[in-house]
């Protein structure tokens, strides 16, 4: 279903029904479209109450549904005021779940250990526990670009070069949350894996943001693999499977930069399953990829993202050892003026009277 839909939106799949298909989600995304407007308009124009928070806020966002590389960014920016030696906490919708840490929680929880992660609906109620209760210092909001009620010191923005205008329509006959005019909201617009467009591709991406938003930053980044790792903790290096053939699976927003990832890294992929955005494996998902995995050649490498690893939560499926990649964001342009920017956001709280606990 989840692939069928994303051939269905880019136009790939071809006759009557199709077209039919499509011109009822175009017709529902005008009325989504209608929604958005009002709801940025009454923020726009102080009919909405938006609630400051009295620390500083990062929120880190994006235009479209799907992985554009939220969470090793959040990671980044919370390690960053980590290294200042301020105290942060991470706030989520928690999307993906109706119980406990989803996913994104998951991993920012294995890789920052002593960052707290808050989850729920109201993130105002979650910006003041922690700072009352955690004695937060900075706050950086996860998936925040949409969730204006509460006041930011920074908007970060990520545009996926792979797919930047989410098919050139809103939700759901496209994958755009919100019209790419809003993007002038941003101060700072973080184009992600670069690394997997062309030339072409980038510049194309670069005049647009910058006629769209002409006073933001512009930074570039890549999804570096940082390692392969397991349930367990164990760690390989990255090109470990190089030359390998590997059977992959994942359930995340944008499967397609996980498989043009792992072709990077010079593994010959010759099975490919996905699931859902925030697929939650259930026992009969796990039996089913055992199957699967029994199937694949004797020499073929099991593996996933990281994401997907800490739901499954297991060594092996089968008799077959169970890899994930883990990655990390690089910044390849625009670093210096990224972190001046981060910086400055802490110096102008403590300048208004927020300063450190």
């Given at each position: 279903?989840?692939?069928?839909?994303?051939?269905?939106?880019?136009?790939?799949?071809?006759?009557?029904?199709?077209?039919?298909?499509?011109?009822?989600?175009?017709?529902?995304?005008?009325?989504?479209?209608?929604?958005?407007?009002?709801?940025?308009?009454?923020?726009?124009?102080?009919?909405?109450?938006?609630?400051?928070?009295?620390?500083?806020?990062?929120?880190?966002?994006?235009?479209?549904?799907?992985?554009?590389?939220?969470?090793?960014?959040?990671?980044?920016?919370?390690?960053?005021?980590?290294?200042?030696?301020?105290?942060?906490?991470?706030?989520?919708?928690?999307?993906?779940?109706?119980?406990g840490a989803n996913d994104e929680a998951l991993v920012l929880e294995q890789n920052l250990?002593?960052?707290?992660?808050?989850?729920?609906?109201?993130?105002?109620?979650?910006?003041?526990?922690?700072?009352?209760?955690?004695?937060?210092?900075?706050?950086?909001?996860?998936?925040?670009?949409?969730?204006?009620?509460?006041?930011?010191?920074?908007?970060?923005?990520?545009?996926?070069?792979?797919?930047?205008?989410?098919?050139?329509?809103?939700?759901?006959?496209g994958l755009l949350r919100e019209p790419v005019s809003e993007l002038r909201r941003a101060?700072?617009?973080?184009?992600?894996?670069?690394?997997?467009?062309?030339?072409?591709?980038?510049?194309?991406?670069?005049?647009?943001?910058?006629?769209?938003?002409?006073?933001?930053?512009?930074?570039?980044?890549?999804?570096?693999?940082?390692?392969?790792?397991?349930?367990?903790?164990?760690?390989?290096?990255?090109?470990?499977?190089?030359?390998r053939t590997v059977a992959a699976f994942c359930g995340i927003g944008n499967p397609e930069?996980?498989?043009?990832?792992?072709?990077?890294?010079?593994?010959?992929?010759?099975?490919?399953?996905?699931?859902?955005?925030?697929?939650?494996?259930?026992?009969?998902?796990?039996?089913?990829?055992?199957?699967?995995?029994?199937?694949?050649?004797?020499?073929?490498?099991?593996?996933?993202?990281?994401?997907?690893?800490?739901?499954?939560?297991?060594?092996?499926?089968?008799?077959?050892?169970?890899?994930?990649?883990?990655?990390?964001?690089?910044?390849?342009?625009?670093?210096?003026?990224?972190?001046?920017?981060?910086?400055?956001?802490?110096?102008?709280?403590?300048?208004?009277?927020?300063?450190?606990?």
């Amino acid at each position: 279903m989840h692939e069928n839909f994303h051939a269905l939106i880019r136009g790939e799949r071809k006759g009557p029904w199709p077209t039919i298909q499509r011109f009822g989600l175009w017709m529902l995304s005008l009325l989504y479209g209608v929604g958005v407007r009002l709801r940025n308009g009454a923020f726009d124009r102080g009919w909405r109450t938006v609630e400051a928070a009295p620390v500083p806020v990062i929120s880190v966002g994006n235009l479209t549904a799907g992985g554009t590389g939220k969470t090793p960014c959040v990671e980044s920016i919370a390690r960053f005021y980590r290294g200042l030696d301020r105290r942060v906490a991470i706030l989520s919708r928690g999307y993906g779940t109706t119980a406990g840490a989803n996913d994104e929680a998951l991993v920012l929880e294995q890789n920052l250990p002593d960052v707290p992660h808050l989850q729920g609906t109201d993130r105002a109620v979650l910006a003041r526990t922690a700072v009352e209760e955690l004695e937060s210092e900075v706050l950086v909001l996860d998936d925040g670009f949409q969730h204006r009620r509460l006041r930011r010191d920074l908007d970060v923005v990520l545009i996926d070069a792979t797919n930047p205008w989410g098919h050139g329509y809103l939700l759901p006959r496209g994958l755009l949350r919100e019209p790419v005019s809003e993007l002038r909201r941003a101060q700072v617009v973080v184009l992600t894996r670069t690394d997997l467009a062309t030339s072409a591709e980038l510049d194309s991406i670069r005049s647009r943001v910058k006629h769209m938003a002409p006073g933001a930053l512009l930074v570039e980044t890549m999804h570096e693999p940082a390692a392969w790792q397991n349930a367990a903790g164990v760690e390989q290096a990255a090109q470990t499977l190089r030359g390998r053939t590997v059977a992959a699976f994942c359930g995340i927003g944008n499967p397609e930069g996980f498989r043009r990832t792992l072709e990077q890294l010079g593994a010959d992929v010759a099975a490919w399953r996905t699931f859902p955005d925030h697929h939650a494996y259930t026992r009969n998902d796990i039996e089913e990829l055992r199957r699967w995995a029994r199937q694949q050649p004797a020499d073929a490498a099991l593996v996933t993202t990281q994401k997907d690893l800490v739901k499954i939560n297991l060594d092996r499926l089968g008799d077959r050892e169970l890899w994930a990649l883990r990655i990390r964001l690089r910044i390849t342009a625009g670093r210096e003026a990224f972190e001046a920017k981060l910086h400055d956001v802490v110096m102008n709280g403590e300048r208004r009277g927020v300063s450190p606990t």
